[in-house]
């Protein structure tokens, strides 16, 4: 048969079973007289497709068949014009079941009683849930209970076609896949994923997207940074987002540490990716690990002088028993522009007047509400630089306040002298 009016048929009848009344006189004589759910059997009904589409009605609808709508759905499984997959589809998502409203536990019951003839295993139950809880559809339900041994047995008693069901959806394909980018929004973004999100997102992982790619897209997007977590919520997010785990205590206090003294988030994500245990989840949901995620230091120059510089500091707030600075990337860049400035003139005068070591507010930088400044210059060695801003009182308030979280260390090589600009942000 043609496959439009095939479609065209499918939809007339489907529109039969959500819109047609009934009356006393349509009544089929071979149906029992309870609609409860659980109620019917196979042995209730005549095995024929009448006794078939009659058990849809009783047992989905809750009622008895119209005369127009059973004589539909009977005629097109006699020409062969429909399936029982056909039947069950039509009737879970006519308008007419739809507006019952009933919960995903009361869907599944009347899945098990209309297409299994009995009622839902414990096991069973769970795991259907488990696929309808991280954002699958009814389809993929449906489509396990035509394609299931007991649903072929019924339709052999009833002498129909079983039939079987497409689905339309990536994130109906594959539970794993679902529950990997589920577990991203719950665990990384704090909530269940919309709908249209978590379809991209299976339909990316689909189309060839890699381990990595997805865990960048929800760990450093917009929403994530906007939540302006600390190192140690980020290292616990990491563990539960990419790992699917609670941490590890000595493992936690490994990646926390190494993010307190001045690790990007970017390299400690990059420890997560590239663990055995993510590798093995990537190749049970059949994607690809794919390549690091790019570390904001490595596309900064001078990183070795910039190491030591924070290592020296940070070695100087621990000695006081207080906490490291961070070394932010942007930062850096704003502080290499001040250092190129030096290197032109040098002075601990700014040019907008004020002094070096005085708290600026804003700065070309509003995201942070102050910062302190400390210059260097002529200096060959960092411990030098160091020593030079320690023997400064009010630099090195700077560097031992309890103010700043973040630092920018800004490096300008002249004639064999570094010119350093170093930002404290609170």
């Not at 919960?103 to 299994?116: F, G, R, S």
Request: hydrophobic residues 30%; proline residues 3%.
């Amino acid at each position: 048969m043609n496959v439009k009016k095939l479609t065209a048929a499918a939809a007339a009848a489907v529109l039969l079973v959500s819109n047609i009344g009934y009356t006393s006189s349509s009544y089929s004589s071979n149906i029992p007289n309870s609609y409860a759910a659980g109620s019917f059997t196979a042995s209730s009904y005549s095995k024929n497709t009448e006794g078939f589409v009659t058990r849809m009605y009783n047992i989905v609808l809750g009622r008895k068949p119209d005369t127009n709508g059973l004589n539909t759905w009977v005629n097109r499984l006699n020409t062969k014009k429909a399936t029982a997959a056909d039947i069950v589809s039509g009737f879970f998502n006519s308008d007419e079941y739809k507006k019952k409203k009933k919960t995903n536990e009361q869907i599944l019951t009347d899945c098990y009683n209309a297409m299994l003839g009995r009622e839902p295993d414990a096991s069973g139950m769970k795991s259907w849930m488990q696929k309808l809880n991280v954002g699958m559809t009814l389809a993929v339900v449906y489509k396990g209970f035509v394609g299931s041994n007991e649903f072929r047995g019924l339709c052999s008693t009833y002498g129909i076609t079983p039939g079987s069901i497409t689905l339309k959806y990536a994130r109906d394909e594959n539970y794993n896949r679902t529950y990997f980018v589920y577990r991203l929004y719950k665990n990384c973004l704090s909530r269940e994923p919309d709908t249209n999100g978590l379809e991209t997102w299976c339909q990316r992982l689909k189309n060839g997207y890699t381990g990595s790619q997805i865990a960048k897209g929800f760990i450093f997007s917009k929403e994530y940074k906007s939540k302006n977590t600390s190192n140690a919520d980020f290292v616990k997010m990491l563990y539960r987002t990419i790992l699917g785990r609670e941490p590890d205590q000595s493992g936690y206090n490994s990646w926390l540490n190494k993010l307190n003294n001045g690790t990007s988030r970017e390299s400690v994500t990059n420890g997560f990716i590239f663990s055995n245990e993510f590798r093995a989840q990537c190749t049970k949901i059949g994607i690809q690990l794919g390549d690091k995620i790019q570390i904001p230091e490595e596309t900064l120059p001078n990183m070795n002088q910039r190491n030591e510089i924070l290592t020296l500091v940070n070695k100087e707030r621990a000695s006081r028993g207080l906490s490291p600075l961070t070394l932010n990337t942007e930062l850096c860049k704003a502080a290499d522009i001040r250092s190129k400035e030096i290197a032109s003139y040098f002075s601990h005068t700014r040019p907008d007047g004020t002094i070096c070591y005085t708290v600026l507010n804003g700065v070309n930088l509003p995201v942070y509400y102050h910062m302190g400044e400390n210059i260097a210059s002529g200096y060959t060695s960092a411990s030098a630089v160091m020593t030079g801003w320690m023997n400064s009182q009010p630099h090195r308030e700077n560097i031992l306040s309890t103010d700043y979280k973040y630092i920018g260390i800004g490096v300008v090589n002249v004639n064999g002298r570094y010119h350093w600009t170093q930002l404290f942000i609170g």
